[in-house]
């Protein structure tokens, strides 16, 4: 994982605010996030996260069949981000596929699922998957509940045809009622550079409506989740740990609460990273990891949502 120098405490977003001191964390749940500085771009993020996997794995660079970014929001719009970490690699003329999946905060989510088919089918041995998002630089102040809640980061893996069982199941589900819930309208062809700089002002911030994402995930996240943990044939109890995306620290409670999951088994680490988007899926797996709660040979269950609205997880064997 990759975590910017900055580091900024609740405290100070108390007193952006005028709030009362500790006013976030008694309302979010957040003592603290991470702010990538200037030079601390999402492909720098990924990069160092990146090396850091491929080490652990004990593999080079070169190795790589595959390199897939998971980005919620990608670096530039052309060429993709996989592409500058490609190049940060020293890969530039290694001709390894490159190329960038995007479902929002549930994009590592969505990666995985495709390098571990490309690993099944035979089409690949080694893939990297990184996930990196800067929330920081797309933040609408005048929205608290919003801007007070995200911060940055990036967290990589390695994937190898030889880890076993590998995905038990895998499920995705998108609707498109709760599309307006969260949007970032700029960035694509519907508002582009020539248009009036006002307009653009407007359209390059996150803007969400929380409650309407919560209501509609709330009613079809349990039989969701049922019909994942059925397909994979397990139980809670057979789980090592539970890592959900990261949204807030009262989502994970309410969320928790309605879908019967055990709170001992999840992994949290919304309070000292905020919401970093795509990368707060494997981030918090990378705790899982490090902190010796997910042990290799174990299972995890992941588990999110994301702009659309959409519901992805995967029950894994690490």
Same mark, same amino acid.
């Given at each position: 994982?990759?975590?910017?120098?900055?580091?900024?405490?609740?405290?100070?977003?108390?007193?952006?605010?005028?709030?009362?001191?500790?006013?976030?964390?008694?309302?979010?749940?957040?003592?603290?996030?991470?702010?990538?500085?200037?030079?601390?771009?999402?492909?720098?993020?990924?990069?160092?996260?990146?090396?850091?996997?491929? &080490?652990?794995?004990?593999?080079?660079?070169?190795?790589?069949?595959?390199?897939? +970014?998971?980005? $919620?929001?990608?670096?530039?719009?052309?060429?993709?981000?996989?592409?500058?970490?490609?190049? !940060?690699?020293?890969?530039?003329?290694?001709?390894?596929?490159?190329?960038?999946?995007?479902?929002?905060?549930?994009?590592?989510?969505?990666?995985?699922?495709?390098?571990?088919?490309?690993?099944?089918?035979?089409?690949?041995?080694?893939?990297?998957?990184?996930?990196?998002?800067?929330?920081?630089?797309?933040?609408?102040?005048? &929205?608290?509940?919003?801007?007070?809640?995200?911060?940055? $980061?990036?967290? #990589?893996?390695?994937?190898?045809?030889?880890?076993?069982?590998?995905?038990?199941?895998?499920?995705?589900?998108?609707?498109?009622?709760?599309?307006?819930?969260?949007?970032?309208?700029?960035?694509?062809?519907?508002?582009?550079?020539? !248009?009036?700089? &006002?307009?653009?002002?407007?359209?390059?911030?996150?803007?969400?409506?929380?409650?309407? #994402?919560?209501?509609?995930?709330?009613?079809?996240?349990?039989?969701?989740?049922?019909?994942?943990?059925?397909?994979?044939?397990? +139980?809670?109890?057979?789980?090592?740990?539970?890592?959900?995306?990261?949204?807030?620290?009262?989502?994970?409670?309410? $969320?928790?609460?309605?879908?019967?999951?055990?709170?001992?088994?999840?992994?949290?680490?919304?309070?000292?990273?905020?919401?970093?988007?795509?990368?707060?899926?494997?981030?918090?797996?990378?705790?899982?990891?490090?902190?010796?709660?997910?042990?290799?040979? &174990?299972?995890?269950?992941?588990?999110?949502?994301?702009?659309?609205?959409?519901?992805?997880?995967?029950?894994?064997?690490?």
């Amino acid at each position: 994982m990759y975590l910017p120098q900055q580091r900024l405490a609740s405290s100070a977003i108390d007193q952006r605010f005028g709030w009362a001191a500790g006013t976030t964390e008694r309302r979010y749940g957040l003592a603290a996030r991470h702010i990538a500085g200037p030079e601390e771009s999402t492909s720098m993020m990924a990069t160092e996260a990146a090396r850091q996997a491929l &080490e652990v794995a004990g593999i080079r660079a070169g190795d790589l069949d595959l390199i897939l +970014g998971a980005c $919620g929001v990608m670096e530039q719009a052309i060429p993709s981000t996989a592409t500058l970490v490609q190049a !940060r690699l020293g890969l530039g003329k290694s001709g390894i596929p490159s190329y960038d999946v995007n479902a929002t905060c549930l994009s590592f989510v969505q990666a995985l699922d495709l390098a571990a088919m490309r690993i099944a089918a035979g089409r690949a041995r080694r893939v990297l998957v990184f996930s990196a998002d800067i929330a920081s630089v797309g933040l609408d102040w005048s &929205e608290p509940d919003t801007a007070a809640i995200f911060g940055d $980061g990036a967290a #990589a893996v390695v994937l190898g045809a030889d880890a076993g069982e590998g995905v038990l199941a895998s499920r995705f589900e998108t609707y498109s009622e709760g599309r307006a819930a969260c949007v970032l309208e700029g960035g694509g062809t519907r508002y582009g550079g020539t !248009r009036d700089p &006002e307009l653009l002002d407007r359209t390059n911030v996150f803007h969400m409506d929380g409650q309407t #994402a919560f209501r509609i995930a709330a009613r079809y996240l349990p039989r969701f989740l049922r019909a994942l943990m059925d397909e994979a044939g397990v +139980g809670y109890n057979d789980l090592a740990c539970i890592v959900p995306h990261q949204a807030s620290g009262p989502a994970l409670d309410h $969320g928790l609460e309605r879908l019967g999951i055990p709170p001992d088994k999840v992994i949290r680490t919304f309070g000292q990273l905020g919401n970093q988007i795509a990368a707060s899926i494997p981030n918090a797996l990378h705790h899982a990891i490090t902190s010796g709660r997910l042990q290799r040979g &174990e299972l995890a269950l992941l588990i999110g949502t994301s702009a659309g609205l959409s519901l992805g997880g995967m029950v894994v064997r690490c």
